[in-house]
């Protein structure tokens, strides 16, 4: 059983048309609303202004030129509401972190209960195949809380209350990060910062009703005359309207949120029993919220717009919570622990955070001792119970076929990533988190094996970076040349939050290096394009030099050509033979469902590898899914996958925008863990 990543993100991107949908509904009807109330108004005053007319004064309750006036004037208001909280939050989720309070962790943080934060985020981004994102923390809230914000696996943060940070365990701290990670996975981030940005824009009418009552109130001169108090009256009853009417909107704005977040908080708890497949880490973290006296209440001005960000209920307590966007948090428990009889446990402030290594080894070793029956009946029952849920749901939000799962996510993805981290030398896992070491940690991995190449890069290096850094990459040099090549594609990964704390004008000379380090010998090998679709690829979003890729097409039909440059430069990758090749093509188009013609090498150039990707990342993630299906049936067409194979997997997958778990290949037909523990520790 499992979460199918492309599934999830259509039927966000469906869930998003259903929220216009209702969205425009209600706008029509906030249009309807004030047009009748402004009817009424301008009825009243032109009633009041003598006998002469009094045949006209009748209130007309239809006026073409006052309606077309009030629609555009409602519509103008709430757009220009919507599109200016929408583009504040275009940056990414780290915009709402600060928002909301938060301090970024240093990713070289000497704290232990950050450090083993950041341990156990890293591992989960490395075991869903993404950009590891930069950590928060939201340092006054003493509740148990957390949220991951963005738009895409490319900008996300995630951040934690400094109560989850005082009382978690390190399982627990990872159930409730595996419940966040399903929530980037499913792609229900973009959905609820879009979610801010309407329901802000329907608020806008409120406050501009309290403008205009202001006004009213103050802006008037002390002579009054009928006329004047006329347009009084009539300006007051308009902007006590537009409060009522704003309000309303709002609060029928927060009911579509709430029915569309409660859902998806019973999948990411299923998510997160999947991927830790020990279901007492989340519901421990429920309990405890649930013994605490703050519970998981956020205390920030800005946490009512945000609450459904949030892991748990953020306005317990409060009036605002009358339609909260979570469900019952007993509810939540007795989903994951049948067993629970109400009674939640004291809660205890952990003054001595366990070390993350010997944390993460006890779990390991209860993971090899298996889990009880109770346990392992309990992570039944709460999956198959949240299934249940999900079909009630706007969609099925679980993928129970037989299919290969491209995601992976379980028990075995995040052991995997576990041993990565482990089989990482030390320093250069240092250096990862400092960042102006990481870029070093970058440096060191593109240096070519042959002498005379590097050579010329060393010269370039040392030209375009300060001392420190050349020095620094020259001592990584000796252990990157080492690494196993299953290790280098999740360093990169690794790199990114660190990266990301650069300045645009330390950003630019660090990227103006790595395109001088992979053009040395004047071509671009494989390794060095995967680098730049990892590094490169995520860091221009961030930095404003490019924006993500607009979805453009919605069947294959459009994009024959680029796959057939993507699926012959796979083949070819694979199979020197030119019958293989064609074997694995043949085998990818099978999947496809189109018959394309194979290309000859000498067309599966990295550069037009990089231009149908491009083309390619503008599909639905549905067609996506097509594509990446059909590359995993060319790489696995002669029963193996070679690391050269896996990790050019990777690159696609990272340039199309899609997570895809590092080091798996074919064992009986499924996708599984390959290698890791036969990595050697350097």
């Known amino acids: 059983m499992a979460t199918d990543f492309f599934q999830q993100q259509d039927a966000a991107r469906r869930r998003s048309l259903l929220l216009v949908v209702l969205f425009c509904a209600a706008v029509c009807g906030i249009v309807l609303a004030i047009y009748l109330v402004l009817a009424l108004a301008l009825g009243n005053i032109s009633s009041e202004q003598g006998a002469a007319h009094s045949r006209e004064t009748a209130v007309r309750l239809w006026n073409a030129e006052l309606f077309v006036s009030v629609s555009l004037g409602t519509l103008a208001v709430i757009s220009l509401g919507s599109l200016y909280k929408i583009a504040e939050l275009s940056s990414g989720g780290e915009k709402v972190a600060l928002m909301l309070g938060g301090r970024r962790i240093d990713p070289n943080t000497r704290d232990r209960a950050e450090r083993r934060l950041l341990n156990v985020v890293e591992e989960m981004a490395l075991a869903s195949g993404m950009p590891v994102p930069p950590v928060f923390v939201l340092d ?61 824009g329907i608020l806008l009418l409120a406050i501009l009703g309290y403008y205009l009552i202001r006004f009213a109130s103050y802006g008037v001169s002390s002579r009054r005359s009928k006329n004047e108090g006329g347009i009084r009256a009539a300006l007051l009853l308009s902007g006590l309207a537009l409060v009522v009417i704003g309000y309303i909107g709002v609060f029928f704005g927060k009911l579509i949120k709430a029915g ?55 306005l317990s307590g409060t009036i605002m919570n009358l339609f909260s966007t979570h469900p019952p948090l007993v509810e939540r428990i007795k989903r994951l622990d049948p067993n629970f009889d109400g009674t939640f446990p004291p809660v205890v402030l952990r003054e001595d955070v366990e070390s993350d290594s010997s944390a993460r080894e006890r779990g390991r070793e209860a993971a090899r001792r298996g889990t009880t029956r109770a346990e392992a009946q309990a992570t039944t029952a709460a999956v198959k119970d949240i299934e249940r849920a999900s079909r009630t749901g706007p969609s099925e939000l679980l993928n129970v ?71 620094q990459t020259r001592e990584l040099a000796a252990l990157s040349d080492r690494l196993p090549v299953g290790l280098r594609l999740p360093l990169a990964d690794m790199s990114l939050p660190t990266l ?44 404003g030099r490019t924006k993500p890729p607009v979805i453009r097409f919605a069947s294959l039909n459009p994009l024959a050509r680029p796959l057939r440059v993507l699926l012959s430069f796979v083949a070819h990758i ?41 083309e390619l990342a503008q599909a639905t993630p549905p067609v996506k899914k097509k594509i990446l299906t059909a590359a995993l049936a060319c790489v696995t067409a002669d029963g193996t996958v070679t690391p050269r194979e896996w990790e050019t997997v990777r690159s696609i997958s990272a340039m199309l925008d899609c997570p895809l778990p590092p080091g798996f290949a074919l064992q009986d037909g499924t996708l599984a863990a390959n290698s890791a523990e036969d990595w050697p520790t350097i």
């Open 140 to 200: 006054e809230e003493s509740s148990i809380n957390a949220f991951a914000a963005g738009h895409t696996p490319g900008d996300v943060v995630v951040a934690v209350s400094r109560g989850a940070l005082d009382y978690l365990t390190r399982d627990e701290l990872q159930g409730v990060m595996g419940h966040e990670f399903s929530h980037i996975v499913n792609g229900d981030m973009r959905l609820n910062l879009r979610l801010i940005g309407l329901l802000h």
């Open 260 to 314: 569309v977040s409660r859902q998806r908080e019973y999948l990411a708890d299923a998510s997160a029993v999947q991927f830790t497949r020990y279901p007492g880490g989340i519901a421990g973290a429920l309990k405890k919220i649930g013994a605490l006296s703050e519970g998981s209440r956020i205390r920030d001005p800005h946490a009512e717009e945000c609450s459904h960000l949030f892991f748990s209920d953020a």
């Open 401 to 471: 076929t037989n299919l290969p799962n491209l995601l992976g996510w379980g028990a075995l993805q995040l052991d995997s990533a576990s041993v990565v981290l482990d089989r990482i030398p030390q320093p250069i896992r240092g250096a990862v988190h400092d960042p102006f070491s990481a870029r070093a940690v970058v440096y060191a991995l593109l240096l070519s094996p042959d002498a005379g190449v590097r050579a010329v890069q060393w010269e370039e290096l040392k030209a375009r970076t300060e001392p420190l850094c050349y020095q």
């Open 500 to 543: 990301k704390q650069l300045s645009p004008r330390q950003y630019e000379p660090f990227r103006d290096a790595i395109q001088a380090l992979t053009q040395a010998d004047r071509k671009i090998e494989l390794f060095e394009y995967m680098i730049q679709a990892v590094v490169i690829r995520y860091l221009d979003v961030y930095f």
């Open 574 to 614: 694979g199979n020197r033979d030119r019958d293989a090749a064609a074997r694995a093509f043949d085998q990818a188009c099978e999947v496809l469902g189109h018959r394309l013609e194979l290309h000859e090498p000498a067309s599966c150039s990295l550069a037009n590898l990089d231009a149908a990707l491009k």
